[in-house]
């Protein structure tokens, strides 16, 4: 479930439509928790599955730990990449801003820590990447675990609408280690360790 104040907006020809905030959401705010609606199929389904449904599939869902397509119900499919993203997953089921997130502003994610099946070119932003590869979350996890604990040092101090969709067992855990100033679980272990040719 995305956070209330997005919306569903087009945004160019490129990208095609994204999620964009509707009010400021700031750094540490839960962006997307999965919910109960959000499907999570195994590969075997999809296999199954027609062509056509197969090809939406990987146009809208991502990959977790287990190597199951997540589809999700609502505006989260149409969450664009960027090697700058604002948002990032944690191991928790759900994302956080890593920084304040303006009105009028996307919300991005960086599809490497999302377990794409194949390397895929994407916009170069002057970051030293232009390619999101499915082993990026090997590589760039620390990046991404100094972010979130920046994130979720203000975890506490900002609203939080869509907590109540978190399970109670994570929320006690991610509060017990920020009070007793210990590290969150690594983004590392949302990583499916699959064979996979990079084709580099």
Same mark, same amino acid.
Request: hydrophobic share 35%; charged share 30%.
């Given at each position: 479930?995305?956070?209330?104040?997005?919306?569903?907006?087009?945004?160019?020809?490129?990208?095609?439509y994204?999620?964009?905030?509707?009010?400021?959401?700031?750094?540490?705010?839960?962006t997307?928790?999965?919910?109960?609606l959000?499907?999570?199929?195994?590969?075997?389904q999809?296999?199954k599955m027609h062509?056509?449904?197969?090809?939406?599939?990987d146009?809208?869902s991502? %990959?977790?730990?287990?190597?199951?397509?997540?589809?999700?119900?609502?505006?989260?499919?149409?969450?664009?990449?960027?090697?700058?993203?604002?948002c990032?997953?944690?191991?928790?089921?759900?994302?956080?801003?890593?920084?304040?997130?303006?009105?009028?502003?996307?919300l991005?994610?960086d599809?490497?820590?999302?377990?794409?099946?194949?390397?895929?070119?994407?916009?170069?932003?002057?970051?030293?990447?232009?390619?999101?590869?499915?082993?990026?979350?090997?590589?760039?996890?620390?990046?991404?675990? %100094?972010?979130?604990?920046?994130?979720?040092k203000?975890f506490?101090?900002?609203?939080?609408?869509?907590?109540?969709?978190?399970?109670?067992?994570?929320?006690?855990?991610?509060?017990?280690?920020?009070?007793?100033?210990?590290?969150q679980?690594?983004?590392?272990?949302l990583?499916? %360790?699959?064979?996979?040719?990079?084709? %580099?």
């Amino acid at each position: 479930m995305m956070h209330p104040d997005t919306e569903l907006r087009f945004i160019n020809e490129e990208m095609g439509y994204g999620v964009v905030a509707k009010k400021f959401i700031p750094k540490g705010t839960i962006t997307w928790v999965q919910d109960e609606l959000d499907q999570a199929l195994s590969p075997d389904q999809v296999k199954k599955m027609h062509p056509g449904t197969r090809e939406l599939v990987d146009k809208f869902s991502f %990959r977790n730990h287990k190597g199951e397509f997540v589809l999700c119900w609502d505006l989260a499919k149409y969450v664009n990449h960027s090697f700058k993203s604002n948002c990032l997953s944690s191991a928790y089921d759900f994302e956080l801003a890593v920084r304040d997130i303006h009105a009028g502003e996307q919300l991005t994610d960086d599809y490497g820590y999302l377990n794409i099946p194949e390397p895929f070119k994407a916009h170069d932003e002057g970051t030293g990447r232009d390619t999101v590869y499915p082993d990026d979350l090997l590589k760039y996890h620390g990046e991404w675990d %100094r972010q979130l604990a920046e994130a979720f040092k203000v975890f506490d101090n900002v609203e939080q609408p869509l907590e109540k969709f978190v399970k109670m067992s994570l929320l006690k855990s991610i509060r017990e280690r920020l009070k007793n100033n210990l590290p969150q679980e690594s983004i590392l272990s949302l990583y499916y %360790r699959e064979k996979i040719d990079l084709g %580099r």
